[in-house]
């Protein structure tokens, strides 16, 4: 029996599939990496954990930190499991109009939400978090500029395609 020391652990090593139907009577095999088997049902899971872990092992992010980021979609979700689990406090920023939905998801992973005015759209919720990870000496992982985010893909996403086709990639998009 297989047992995960860490529900982090379950991140990656996701099943590709055979998109039969979409390349039925072209000369080649099309795959499809399913990223929703990871814990969230996100790609996300997979930067997520590379930024909090990038930050941890460069000294950025000590036990008990806190963590701020602006996000309106998967990557907060993401951020949320991964600092629950390692002990963070999480500090997401998000423009008003985000669903009731992602917001319950998001406060029952443990994520503190502030709301933004619909108005000033993502800016506004970069804007605030800036102001938060100032005021409280926070990790802003920077989910856009954040080399970890790429490189995770790198390190992880290609050669699990690499591997699970033996090396049999022509394209990858």
């Given at each position: 029996m297989r047992v995960a020391e860490s529900a982090l652990d379950l991140i990656g090593n996701t099943p590709l599939v055979r998109l039969s139907r979409i390349g039925k009577g072209l000369p080649c095999e099309i795959l499809g990496k399913l990223e929703s088997k990871?814990?969230?049902?996100?790609?996300?899971?997979?930067i997520a954990w590379a930024m909090i872990?990038?930050?941890?092992?460069?000294?950025?992010?000590?036990p008990g930190g806190i963590v701020v980021e602006p996000t309106s979609g998967n990557t907060g979700i993401g951020l949320a499991f991964v600092c629950a689990i390692r002990g963070y406090r999480l500090i997401l920023t998000m423009p008003e109009t985000m669903?009731?939905?992602r917001r319950a998801i998001l406060q029952a992973l443990g994520a503190e939400l502030v709301l933004t005015?619909?108005?000033?759209?993502?800016?506004g919720a970069v804007r605030a978090a800036h102001?938060?990870?100032?005021?409280?000496?926070?990790f802003m992982p920077h989910q856009f500029e954040n080399p970890a985010n790429p490189k995770i893909h790198e390190r992880t996403t290609?050669?699990?395609?690499?591997?699970d086709t033996e090396g049999r990639v022509d394209i990858l998009v």
């Open positions: 990871n814990p969230l049902g996100s790609v996300k899971d997979r872990r990038d930050a941890e092992e460069r000294g950025l992010l000590r669903s009731l939905e005015p619909a108005e000033e759209g993502m800016a102001e938060l990870a100032k005021r409280y000496s926070a290609a050669e699990e395609i690499w591997n």
